[in-house]
């Protein structure tokens, strides 16, 4: 799935869901480095094992951050299928 992420750095989130899990999440745009972390660290996850985990983050004093609008985007994804 391809979502495009609102109040953040990042332009793009991509990843899959297969069998309930998280796959081949990435960004683009943002901080490189620690979204990469991000999306290794949830890479196999239930989906909603990793929404429970990164919803509600905050990024300085945005309302949201990268990892908020990537819950925000497994819920769609979920609420699709």
Do not use: W
């Not at 999440?25 to 999306?39: A, D, K, R």
């Not at 196999?44 to 990024?59: K, L, P, T, Y």
């Amino acid at each position: 799935m391809q979502y495009q992420p609102k109040g953040v750095c990042s332009k793009e989130i991509n990843f899959e869901i297969e069998d309930h899990k998280v796959r081949n999440v990435s960004f683009v745009g943002g901080c490189n480095g620690n979204l990469q972390g991000i999306g290794r660290l949830i890479e196999g996850m239930d989906v909603n094992d990793a929404i429970s985990r990164i919803e509600g983050i905050h990024c300085g004093f945005k309302a949201t951050s990268c990892p908020d609008q990537l819950a925000k985007a497994l819920k769609e994804a979920i609420d699709q299928a």
